[in-house]
């Protein structure tokens, strides 16, 4: 078996093995099977599920469809089982460091664990999520789409002409005359291509544009040393939204504030229930006297 492979394991297994209980396990305990003997201990398939069932989805579908997967995945385990146990005949586990990094992954299990707790205790309801839509609609609405149009002017001081001819309050079509390029087609954020120009995007300075107004002009914008004026010429309005046609995108968006939310709460709370206090003050001193050592 190739190093390569326990390693990963490994990282696997630190990473995702505690997150879950198993459905593998819970499914099979009746017919729980051993998978490996290590002398006179047994490794039973329920212990490996429950790990399992900790991965990915992408990887719990490996594991559950895919006979060489599931293989290579027990191999992995029973690997990393042995080399413990020799580890711990070694007392390599009563080592300073190795301790140390117990008690750090210790830490994080708990943590991971408490905040996973807490998060399953809430209870996002349909009223919540109805009322959040409503203070964040406009996040939700169709975007505005506007049509321009363009001149090209060879110099700054060209530009800064017609735009002084602009703000005296000449037509845009008059001064542009023949050279005036019309845009066909809308433009938006979701598809800010401006076919004209080869569909150069417009997304950075969209919001921009729309706040002209039909009848507006932009600033003059310099690209490869030439400079362009742009004018909205059309604009149709943002359709109005409503809360079933981004119910998923709603609940999802809902969901993320919900739980950074509890986490943030979690935290703040945990800390002043155990008091903390960092000294930022002591790191910021020692860390100047480092560098002045270095």
């Known amino acids: 078996m190739r190093l390569r492979g326990v390693v990963f394991f490994v990282l696997v297994l630190v990473l995702f093995g505690t997150n879950a209980i198993s459905v593998y396990a819970e499914e099979s305990v009746a017919d729980d099977y051993v998978v490996a003997t290590l002398g006179v201990e047994k490794i039973y398939f329920s212990e490996v599920a429950k790990i399992a069932d900790g991965l990915s989805q992408e990887l719990k579908n490996s594991f559950a469809n895919d006979l060489q997967w599931r293989y290579n995945f027990i191999q992995n385990y029973?690997?990393?089982?042995?080399?413990?146990?020799?580890?711990?005949?070694?007392?390599?586990?009563?080592?300073?460091?190795?301790?140390?990094?117990?008690?750090?992954?210790?830490?994080?299990?708990?943590?991971?664990?408490?905040?996973?707790?807490?998060?399953?205790k809430v209870n996002?309801?349909?009223?919540?999520?109805?009322?959040?839509?409503?203070?964040?609609?406009?996040?939700?609405?169709?975007?505005?789409?506007?049509?321009?149009?363009?001149?090209?002017?060879?110099?700054?001081?060209?530009?800064?002409?017609?735009m002084n001819q602009l703000n005296k309050g000449k037509e845009f079509d008059r001064l542009a005359k023949k050279s005036k390029v019309e845009g066909n087609d809308f433009i938006s954020k979701a598809n800010p291509y401006y076919k004209e120009l080869g569909n150069l995007s417009f997304a950075n300075v969209l919001d921009s544009f729309t706040a002209l107004g039909v009848g507006g002009s932009s600033n003059p914008v310099e690209m490869n040393s030439e400079f362009y004026i742009f004018h909205v010429e059309e604009k149709k309005p943002a359709a109005k939204v409503v809360l079933a046609q981004v119910r998923d995108r709603v609940i999802q968006d809902y969901t993320r504030q919900v739980r950074e939310t509890v986490v943030t709460n979690l935290i703040n709370e945990t800390m002043e229930q155990k008091e903390v206090i960092i000294n930022t003050d002591i790191i910021t001193e020692q860390f100047k006297l480092s560098k002045k050592e270095e």
Do not use: G, H, P
């Open 78 to 120: 029973v690997t990393l089982y042995a080399l413990a146990k020799r580890a711990a005949d070694e007392k390599i586990d009563k080592n300073e460091e190795v301790n140390f990094s117990f008690e750090n992954v210790k830490r994080q299990i708990l943590s991971n664990k408490l905040v996973s707790d807490t998060l399953s």
């Open 124 to 162: 996002l309801t349909q009223e919540n999520v109805e009322r959040y839509f409503e203070s964040a609609k406009v996040n939700y609405q169709s975007d505005e789409d506007i049509r321009l149009s363009y001149v090209k002017l060879s110099s700054k001081e060209e530009a800064d002409s017609f």
